[in-house]
């Protein structure tokens, strides 16, 4: 069956541009979860949607970051006013419920000149 | 707070020798681990999960790691290194949301 998919594969954006990545998740699954993956670090938790609320967003750096997911299924995380610094691989996985195993996406790489 | 720590970012190794990765947790409750790997330009895939019950866990490819509370590690070993296993692999810990370490690169000698 299909796993995680994402889109677009590579962004490249001017700084203080606004951009969209998408993830669909493998159908059936509840949990959606994002992560940031930077040059030779390990992914780092951004935000955890149960169905359609957002469970935990703790991991989401500042208030330019928002993620949605409004019917329960595809997410958009939302990057405004972008620096430099945002740019990373963006990771989406998504698993049965929280308790299972998360599968994940190839990624987005995004790079902001 | 949960976290991991695998020692050492990159590991060589000759074609049939045997690979060692190590990763320490520090967690407040009973871990969940997991060995992911990540071939490049490719998303992550599990190897292998330790929950609960047997600390002697099997994946895939061969590979195989031990969960041992005494020593806080879950460290990941296979026998005989393939070509094929040139990778970055990264030890997570679940408490629903995971926690990853740096990551430790893998290149395979001839």
């Known amino acids: 069956g299909a796993g995680v998919s994402q889109t677009p594969s590579n962004k490249v954006t001017e700084k203080g541009k606004y951009v969209e990545l998408r993830c669909d998740p493998i159908?059936?699954?509840?949990?959606l979860y994002w992560y940031r993956q930077s040059l030779g670090q390990g992914p780092e938790f951004l935000i955890y949607?149960?169905?359609?609320?957002?469970?935990?967003d703790s991991g989401l750096p500042n208030d330019r970051f928002f993620a949605v997911r409004p019917e329960g299924s595809v997410s958009t995380l939302k990057i405004q006013r972008t620096e430099r610094g945002d740019s990373a691989v963006y990771l989406c996985?998504?698993?049965?419920?929280?308790?299972?195993?998360?599968?994940f996406g190839p990624g987005t790489r995004l790079t902001v000149l | 707070a949960q976290s991991v720590t695998q020692l050492g970012s990159h590991v060589s190794v000759s074609e049939g020798a045997l690979v060692l990765l190590r990763c320490n947790y520090s967690?407040?409750?009973?871990?969940?681990l997991f060995w992911y790997v990540q071939y490049p330009n490719q998303g992550l895939q599990l190897l292998l999960k330790?929950?609960?019950?047997?600390?002697l866990v099997k994946g895939i490819n061969g590979f195989e790691a031990e969960f041992k509370k005494s020593e806080t590690s879950f460290h990941l070993t296979k026998p005989s290194a393939h070509m094929s296993d040139a990778a970055e692999y990264f030890c997570?810990?679940?408490?629903?949301?995971?926690?990853f370490g740096a990551g430790t690169t893998v290149t395979v000698r001839a």
């Open positions: 967690s407040s409750v009973p871990p969940y």
């Open positions: 949607f149960q169905g359609t609320g957002a469970a935990d």
């Open positions: 330790y929950t609960t019950g047997a600390t």
């Open positions: 996985a998504s698993s049965l419920d929280a308790a299972n195993e998360q599968f």
């Open positions: 997570a810990l679940n408490d629903y949301k995971l926690s």
């Open positions: 159908s059936g699954h509840t949990a």
